[in-house]
């Protein structure tokens, strides 16, 4: 940034944007003949122009992302790497360190320093990757007082919170007192969460402690416990950050945290409830990295990912997705949505609330104080020229009269439903006053879902089934058989031998027999008898192909998905 010939390219690009003046530049040259400093740094000293303006055109002109050094959750790990002379020496802020890829993420006044980044090379280690995010020197400057010489460590700050006093004032919403470990405590316990995959945080008080849960995978897991004499601390810390009334401790509230944790933005959405033993906070995470997954990353074989497009295909109707509270079906349904969006079509959603914002899509979330639900909410949207229209979840007959009524004026329909399997949802919906005879015809299909732990490879260990895992299976007494499961080493480690989960799914395409069955109120057994006849595989026989070829253990199978049919 400091060569002449760069410096020149930067003006010019500044005068193009209206940032600056010609003369303003002139007057920047001028100066930085005398100093040899940056063009920026002069221009805002002189008051031409601000820093964070000139970071964001540069940002968007060299293609570099912008760190946003007022949200950010540093981790205590990538401070310890980088000595607090070299940072300020060269003006950057180590964000993140991902040991298993020996990838550092720093905020950078200038992300072009070859030799600032050969320096950090030369620490990290040849084989280390190093992403330089765009940030202000001033705000660089800042972070390295705030964020150096303090405990950023989970059990570091716990130790320190034992034996210390806690100031209430620094808990403020735009408070920087980083002296204060329980705000370092709430951010490092954040970022720790995200570290880790997890998918909701739990601050429960008990009698006398206070626990804190993830749930990794679908499986809560208690990280730590903390005396409950800091529970008090600690909630106006979660509520203050997240927008709710501190003061306000007997009736349920919901907010909303954004951070930027390891180099990206990442939501929390908050939630209180009172318990007999003080409020409990539930933190989910909203990770948009990995709510938006490719329709092929969905984890289908090659058969059910065929179908599944050739039912998007059409171009109305209703597609539903079933399966209980965190079996997917979200980032089912923007995965599906992602692999329809293009300029050609235009796609709306109604959700409660928003979770995860896609380009071009129009998004709107519930509203109680305008009274916007999902029912007036689809008939407003249907004034709106849509093609595509996503309803967050059928929960009443207006809301399913409202989605039929969309489907057959020529758009396609994605919504959720409760129901515990495909066929299941028919009777659900007819329940919910949808006639059979508008059913019919209507409904593209029906999906039905859960999510299984992934085997580790290193920490599975294959086993014969016993006779009563072979009825479960399917397989007879003399059909040679090799199960896995996690290796007694391994159910006591963190990760209790598995890592990531795979979505098992049935899918159920509607076609003109199954039409007329549902018109003359056949049952869901003669329906299953139909699919089944028509290539329709079960929940339960996708689940068990996936503990057949090692995916998957036959103990975790059994605890997201019903086999106990398969014994009858």
Not at 485 to 502: C, D, I, L, N, S
């Amino acid at each position: 940034m400091s060569t002449p010939r760069r410096a020149l390219r930067i003006g010019e690009l500044l005068v193009q944007k209206g940032v600056v003046s010609q003369d303003q530049i002139r007057i920047a040259l001028t100066e930085q003949k005398r100093n040899r400093d940056h063009l920026g740094k002069i221009l805002v000293r002189l008051g031409f122009a601000t820093e964070a303006v000139i970071l964001d055109v540069l940002g968007g002109a060299l293609g570099q992302q912008k760190a946003d050094l007022g949200k950010v959750v540093v981790d205590g790990e990538a401070i310890r790497l980088i000595p607090k002379d070299m940072a300020r020496r060269f003006h950057l802020l180590p964000l993140t360190y991902e040991a298993s890829r020996n990838r550092l993420t720093l905020a950078m006044a200038d992300p072009f320093n070859v030799v600032a980044l050969d320096q950090i090379s030369a620490l990290m280690g040849a084989d280390a990757e190093i992403v330089p995010l765009m940030a202000g020197e001033a705000e660089i400057e800042k972070s390295i007082d705030q964020f150096y010489g303090f405990e950023l460590s989970v059990d570091g700050i716990l130790q320190e919170i034992e034996t210390g006093e806690i100031d209430y004032a620094s808990l403020d919403a735009d408070s920087q007192e980083y002296s204060q470990p329980v705000v370092r405590l709430v951010n490092a316990l954040l970022a720790d969460a995200v570290k880790r995959g997890a998918s909701d945080i739990h601050f429960e008080p008990e009698e006398g402690f206070l626990r804190f849960r993830y749930r990794i995978d679908g499986v809560l897991r208690q990280i730590r416990s903390l005396h409950k004499n800091y529970w008090s601390a600690l909630a106006v810390r979660l509520k203050v950050m997240s927008g709710m009334d501190i003061a306000e401790t007997r009736a349920p509230q919901d907010g909303r945290i954004t951070l930027s944790l390891s180099g990206r933005q990442i939501d929390f959405r908050a939630s209180t409830i009172p318990t007999v033993h003080g409020e409990n906070i539930v933190l989910r995470v909203l990770d948009r990295q990995k709510g938006i997954v490719p329709i092929e990353g969905l984890g289908l074989d090659d058969e059910l990912l065929h179908l599944l497009k050739i039912m998007v295909a059409r171009p109305e109707g209703l597609l539903l997705v079933t399966g209980p509270t965190g079996s997917g079906k979200t980032t089912t349904l923007y995965s599906l949505l992602n692999h329809l969006n293009n300029e050609t079509v235009n796609i709306m959603t109604l959700e409660d609330p928003v979770e995860y914002p896609m380009g071009m899509i129009r998004q709107t979330s519930l509203n109680e104080a305008v009274r916007l639900d999902f029912a007036s909410g689809v008939r407003s949207m249907l004034r709106q020229d849509p093609d595509i229209i996503l309803v967050g979840e059928i929960r009443d007959e207006d809301t399913a009269a409202m989605a039929f009524r969309a489907a057959m004026t020529g758009h396609q329909v994605f919504s959720t439903l409760h129901a515990n399997s495909a066929l299941g949802a028919i009777p659900r919906l007819i329940d919910m006053g949808v006639r059979p005879e508008i059913m019919a015809g209507n409904v593209i299909g029906i999906l039905a879902q859960r999510l299984v732990r992934r085997l580790r490879p290193e920490c599975r260990e294959a086993y014969s089934p016993s006779p009563l895992e072979r009825r479960l299976l399917g397989v007879e007494d003399d059909t040679p058989v090799t199960l896995h499961r996690v290796a007694p080493e391994f159910r006591h480690a963190e990760h209790q031998g598995y890592g990531g989960r795979v979505a098992v799914m049935e899918l159920l395409k509607f076609d003109d027999t199954l039409d007329e069955m549902i018109v003359r109120g056949a049952t869901v057994r003669e329906l299953t008898q139909a699919a089944c006849a028509k290539g329709f595989v079960p929940l339960a026989e996708v689940a068990i192909r996936r503990v057949l070829d090692g995916t998957t253990s036959l103990d975790e199978v059994s605890r997201v998905v019903d086999l106990t049919e398969r014994l009858s």
